[in-house]
């Protein structure tokens, strides 16, 4: 006799299948880690990677170009007050957020004056296209609450706020390969794309390869290839895991040659990892001697 | 979690990530955060293409050419470019650029002029063939 399975039950299967997905069970401590890391990342964010945003505080009006977001909401102009004013208390709340105090609250107040400091930052003519990953990050996390390194036990509000993070990882690879077909087209991966960057922003490294222009091309494919193929990431075990080491990969050639590196979102790519394992406490404890230590 | 959690939990990830598709198939960088992820996504035809840099120099009250680093303007190079068509049909802006360089170095001798300049790479068959200068627009105190 045919077996026969019923459309609404395959419906059914599929729903519990992405739901099952998008709520995995991790530890807490993985998510309690990850917001460790994030937290911290702003401050280095707002001190070294952005460092010159303060500026903006000294600039004449007519130089500001407000952002959709800082035009249609109701979103304070950059001055001399505000400027410094949303810095120290980006710094302060990133800091304080990093301890694990108050998650949902201080949460909340870091991810709101982080996208401030980003519309300040990104209104004078250039809008760097790294920040997708690190906002989802800084907008899921505060949903986690109270979990703490080394937390065992499994918690599906981390496991959705890690998933997120994954997946605007993966999308950010992907759709900037989309948006290299969209500005560039196909003459993105056919054209002189990278010896665009090799002329303008080489290291010594990159200064050879302007000789071998073959070469670049054939980088180019390879880097298309690897952004549309990126959602393999979400892959559990070892293709997953090779797709994460070969981002690493990219990620520090860009910088040794071409001086550009995303940190924002490479500091997302932990979101992969079994964060869970890093017991920072325990590690300098079995370190370094002192009253708490076994004798 | 509870299964309304769970709802608009899902519901928010299909939204983010609905806009951001959106945003890389429609919208632009003014739509920050979810423009399209233009990272080096322009290219440059390998032969006959040209890649350009801008420069900046100026002269100070004390009668000094010097060279001026973007940074020095309190902008990055490449906001610079994104101001360019401002500057084209407006070349009076570059004022703007002398106050930030006034405010950001108090103690520097202040610009009496200042000439945004134009370098032009030009490629053939994939490499560097010829290099050339222009001004792009000059802004002086008078």
């Known amino acids: 006799m045919e077996s026969f399975v019923s459309p609404t039950r395959i419906e059914h299967g599929l729903v519990r299948r992405l739901t099952s997905w998008l709520f995995p069970a991790p530890p807490g401590g993985r998510a309690a880690v990850m917001r460790t890391a994030v937290y911290l990342f702003v401050l280095f964010d707002v001190l070294v990677v952005t460092s010159w945003a303060v500026d903006r505080g000294q600039l004449p009006a007519d130089l500001y170009r407000p952002l959709f977001i800082a035009r249609h909401f109701p979103v304070p102009s950059p001055g001399p007050v505000l400027v410094p004013v949303v810095r120290v208390a980006l710094l302060i709340c990133a800091a304080m957020a990093a301890t694990g105090r108050l998650p949902r609250m201080l949460g909340i107040v870091v991810f709101v004056l982080y996208l401030e400091w980003m519309v300040i930052a990104f209104s004078y003519g250039k809008v760097d296209h790294d920040r997708f990953a690190i906002l989802v990050a800084l907008a899921v996390l505060p949903t986690v609450g109270g979990v703490r390194w080394g937390d065992q036990e499994a918690d599906a509000a981390s496991g959705w706020a890690l998933r997120c993070i994954q997946v605007a990882v993966v999308l950010t690879y992907f759709l900037a390969a989309l948006a290299k077909i969209r500005f560039g087209g196909i003459d993105w991966v056919n054209g002189a794309t990278l010896m665009r960057a090799v002329l303008r922003r080489g290291t010594f490294l990159a200064e050879p390869l302007a000789s071998y222009p073959w070469l670049l091309t054939a980088t180019q494919y390879g880097i298309m290839a690897f952004e549309l193929a990126a959602p393999l990431m979400l892959v559990c075990g070892r293709v997953g895991r090779l797709f994460l080491g070969a981002a690493v990969v990219f990620h520090v050639i860009t910088y040794l040659f071409i001086r550009l590196i995303f940190l924002p979102h490479v500091i997302c790519l932990l979101a992969f990892l079994p964060l869970e394992r890093a017991r920072a406490v325990r590690w300098v404890r079995l370190r370094v001697p002192g009253p708490h230590s076994a004798a | ?142």
């Open chain 2, 1 to 142: 979690m509870t299964t309304a959690g769970k709802r608009i939990r899902a519901a928010c990830t299909t939204a983010m990530f609905a806009l951001v598709v959106v945003g890389t198939l429609f919208w632009g960088d003014d739509d920050f955060p979810f423009g399209p992820f233009r990272m080096y996504s322009t290219t440059t035809a390998p032969t006959g293409g040209a890649v350009t840099i801008t420069r900046f120099e100026g002269t100070t009250a004390a009668g000094e050419d010097i060279e001026i680093d973007t940074d020095q303007l309190g902008l990055r190079r490449a906001e610079v470019l994104g101001q360019v068509p401002r500057i084209r049909r407006a070349p009076s802006l570059l004022s703007s650029f002398a106050r930030a360089y006034g405010s950001l170095h108090p103690d520097a001798s202040p610009l009496v002029e200042l000439r945004m300049i134009y370098g032009t790479y030009v490629l053939v068959g994939g490499r560097s063939a010829r290099y050339f200068e222009r001004e792009l627009a000059a802004w002086s105190r008078s």
